[in-house]
């Protein structure tokens, strides 16, 4: 038989116990409680206002409704809508959600710093009419993007996808000076030019409508440039289609790459390069197994007009 010491220590332990145990649950019902809470009315107007303001320092001008936390998503914002201005011919994006991630060790100190940004469920219209032309927008459709702030005003576009035109985007890219992107206005509605790509764009767009296709095709776009400096970005384009049937004819199997904009030496000229490859090709005029093309321009980037072209 334990002595009446020994079982007065072991009835304090089991006292002591359960109060500890009482206070772990109190505390987890409190932080469940206000989990729920928070997710379903939304956090502070203020804590929505400096978010913004910390987005707008970052060159992200943007507007969203309820700003909610979810324990295992973090902070989403509602209802996304990204600022270009007020002129009817500037482009539009959209998203349904946006997940906003806090730099954890600027957070012990207590400040608000992101980390990164996750678009979720997105759609991009972009005006390319031409002047004299009714207005007509070229969309991009389900959106999904992750962009993470690096130091020295950097930007890291670490994936995208999109639906364009029944083609499936891949795009990645490092954009400097980022913080420049809403004074440089990138976004403005586009001028002749400013924009030597509207044309080709919307002739893109059209023509990929009439395409058909076996699977949807597979677009990858990486794209490096300075803010400060737009028409000098650079990019690399690989496209890759299977069982193609367009106007022109059908081909089993597509792949053109393209390297954009290349430095050259030359102040204000950029080199591009194109070379397509076709198999199991069939056209009006003629049949081949197999079909290369390599194509080589100069080319100013505010010119729609190269300099040089060879192949």
Not at 248 to 272: D, E, F, K
Request: glycine share 6%; charged share 25%; net charge positive.
């Amino acid at each position: 038989m334990a002595s009446a010491p020994q079982a007065g220590r072991r009835s304090r332990w089991r006292r002591l116990f359960r109060s500890c145990r009482c206070s772990v649950l109190g505390v987890l019902f409190v932080f469940l409680a206000v989990g729920i809470y928070l997710d379903q009315s939304g956090l502070p107007e203020f804590l929505k206002t400096r978010l913004q303001q910390e987005l707008r320092a970052r060159g992200v001008d943007v507007e969203f409704g309820r700003l909610r936390f979810r324990w295992y998503r973090g902070l989403v914002a509602e209802s996304i809508r990204f600022r270009h201005g007020e002129e009817a011919e500037r482009p539009e994006l959209l998203a349904e959600e946006m997940v906003l991630r806090l730099d954890p060790a600027a957070l012990r100190q207590g400040k608000l710093q992101l980390r990164s940004i996750e678009v979720i469920n997105g759609q991009y219209a972009l005006p390319v009419s031409l002047t004299n032309a009714p207005v007509e927008r070229v969309t991009w459709n389900q959106i999904q993007a992750e962009i993470q702030f690096l130091p020295e005003d950097r930007w890291s576009l670490n994936r995208l996808t999109a639906d364009f035109q029944g083609a499936r985007l891949h795009l990645s890219g490092i954009l400097t000076n980022a913080s420049l992107i809403q004074s440089q206005r990138p976004f403005s509605a586009p001028t002749t030019a400013s924009a030597p790509w509207r044309s080709p764009l919307r002739r893109l767009a059209r023509e990929l409508q009439r395409m058909r296709f076996a699977a949807p095709p597979e677009v990858h776009l990486d794209v490096r440039g300075d803010a400060r400096r737009p028409f000098e970005f650079t990019a690399t384009v690989l496209f890759q289609a299977r069982e193609a049937d367009t106007l022109w004819g059908t081909s089993r199997r597509l792949v053109a790459v393209a390297h954009l904009n290349q430095a050259t030496g030359t102040p204000g000229l950029g080199r591009s390069e194109l070379s397509l490859e076709a198999q199991d090709t069939h056209t009006p005029w003629s049949d081949a197994e197999r079909v290369r093309l390599a194509l080589f321009w100069s080319q100013a980037p505010t010119n729609p007009v190269p300099v040089a072209i060879d192949g």
